[in-house]
């Protein structure tokens, strides 16, 4: 460990890391908003992911009727699209290391552009699964893709606000298929679920223009030896000149280029294959990149094994359940947890820079236990008894609202934040993809077995094993996730490798920091005081 730090301290023997640290400490940074525009940009990829969970949860009634399918199969078209997205980000981290991440985002948008229109004009059962295909390889490029460019263009400063708005778009784009259930419900069973799914297309394509208007990403454009494209670019990006200069110090060393190449166009040395990439992430990784791999993996399985597509793709069977009998009111109460789960998403963002990512996501997950728990409760109350009870349904309303809330503070955009800043450069696009593939794996199991799941164990023990899972994520959280916040992304190789050992590593640095940040201020001083 000892050597690791030495070497990612820098080439001249000066901690990299408390350099920076002093010129933050000396003049806290306004939010840069060229930055701010390029991740809000990217970020709204993810409206497509966010539309098409939102809009299937209402669709799937009418498409249930209209196409008299059974619930077998609507679990299974609600849930595939997620398989689907396998396909998208296994590619989109060979696509974006050749063609760049901003033309991933333009294509995703694009092949997502035609699954919409393909699901809205389906005739039948397969024309729709044909559709669902289609759109889920546009949805797997943007999840992988999206959170990768936005922490490649962040300053350290702001990167947890930033990288945390792809999940700010995923729910404002469930909103919007909440919004567009209720909208085209008045319309007949036949055209309803078509309009719902097929007006999809609209955002796809203002998305894949506005993206045009974004730069390249750094990072990429130094892989790619293009040293002057991506100093112009960090000179925007970053909080001063100094970070600038540091964050190329930082992708020139992780690239394996000299120190000295400073021409706007170098040679980059050769890079292994990409097989080779995937050899060095599973056959012989490092202690510390095992240790990123298992955390950033893990944050993205228990993001959805605790139950969240369930809640969002079958709110209105939930509610339902807990005695809510009107479509219209059930897809009323549906459009309440789509607004809370976009309202809360906005304390995240602007927390996880402020207080840190261990200290929300403790709290997610703990408040989540506790909402799952009383759900269950409620829903077992409710299927155990021959009347109405009022105040179980009402708990059971309240269970599904506090569940999204608390989700959305914490691991909702946790997971995409931290997943996408562990990895080393060589290996994020693979690394992020890998941890995109179990997330949608995952969604993909919870969403095509709700329904059968409920039918074994009650709904109400659903919920109650969805509580029992996140208790299991709250504990491997807390023991082997380093707190990231404000670590330049090639320096946060230091916090892993240790295991349940990181803490003392961070105390370490710490330490380093402090003594760093004072011997500058005895050097300032010497140099500020008059000479004889």
């Known amino acids: ?289 095992r240790h990123v791999l298992i955390t950033a993996v893990g944050i993205h399985f228990f993001q959805q094994a605790s139950g969240i597509d369930a809640v969002v793709l079958y709110s209105p069977r939930i509610f339902e359940k807990a005695g809510i009998t009107d479509p219209n009111q059930q897809l009323l109460a549906t459009m309440a947890v789509g607004f809370t789960k976009t309202c809360f998403i906005f304390v995240a963002t602007f927390l996880l820079d402020k207080i840190g990512r261990r200290p929300l996501l403790l709290s997610s997950v703990g408040g989540m236990i506790v909402s799952l728990f009383l759900l269950s409760t409620a829903l077992m109350v409710i299927d155990h008894s021959d009347h109405k009870v009022t105040w179980a349904v009402a708990m059971a309303i309240a269970g599904v609202l506090a569940y999204v809330a608390f989700f959305s503070i914490g691991i909702g955009p946790i997971a995409w934040v931290y997943s996408s800043e562990v990895f080393p450069l060589r290996l994020r696009a693979q690394g992020c993809s890998m941890a995109v593939a179990v997330n949608r794996l995952t969604s993909g199991t919870i969403s095509m077995t709700f329904i059968s799941l409920y039918e074994a164990i009650s709904i109400g023990g659903a919920f109650f094993l969805f509580a029992g899972i996140a208790c299991v994520a709250w504990a491997f959280f807390y023991t082997l996730l380093p707190e990231t916040q404000g670590r330049n992304l090639e320096e946060i190789d230091l916090l892993f490798g240790t295991y349940f050992k990181w803490r003392s590593t961070l105390k370490k640095l710490k330490s380093k920091e402090a003594n760093e940040k004072m011997n500058k201020e005895e050097v300032e001083l010497k140099n500020s005081a008059p000479q004889n």
């Open 1 to 289: 460990m000892a050597d690791r730090e030495v070497e990612s301290y820098g080439v001249s023997g000066e901690p990299k890391i408390l350099e920076r640290t002093a010129f933050d400490a000396a003049k806290p940074p306004k939010r840069n908003k060229y930055a701010l525009g390029c991740a809000v940009l990217a970020s709204m990829t993810s409206i497509l992911l966010g539309y098409d969970i939102g809009v299937m949860s209402g669709a799937a009634i009418y498409i249930k009727d209209d196409l008299k399918v059974s619930d077998v199969q609507i679990e299974i078209l609600v849930g595939i699209l997620n398989l689907y997205c396998l396909v998208g980000s296994a590619a989109a981290g060979k696509t974006s290391d050749v063609i760049g991440r901003r033309y991933t985002i333009v294509l995703a948008a694009a092949i997502f552009f035609v699954g919409a229109l393909l699901m809205g004009f389906a005739t039948n059962y397969s024309f729709l699964m044909v559709g669902r295909f289609v759109a889920g390889i546009g949805v797997g490029y943007a999840l992988m893709i999206a959170p990768v460019y936005t922490a490649e263009v962040s300053p350290a400063s702001s990167r947890g606000f930033l990288t945390s708005f792809p999940e700010v778009f995923v729910n404002v784009g469930i909103l919007l298929g909440y919004v567009s259930n209720y909208g085209f419900s008045k319309m007949s069973e036949h055209l309803s679920w078509r309009f719902m799914l097929g007006i999809g297309a609209v955002p796809s394509v203002f998305l894949a223009l506005g993206v045009l208007a974004m730069p390249e990403s750094p990072r990429w454009l130094v892989m790619q030896g293009r040293l002057g494209d991506a100093r112009r670019v960090l000179d925007k990006t970053s909080d001063s000149k100094e970070e600038a200069q540091l964050r190329l110090i930082d992708i020139k060393e992780a690239a394996g280029i000299p120190q000295e190449s400073n021409d706007d166009i170098v040679s980059i040395p050769k890079r292994s294959k990409d097989d080779a990439v995937w050899k060095e992430l599973f056959l012989h990784p490092t202690p510390a990149l």
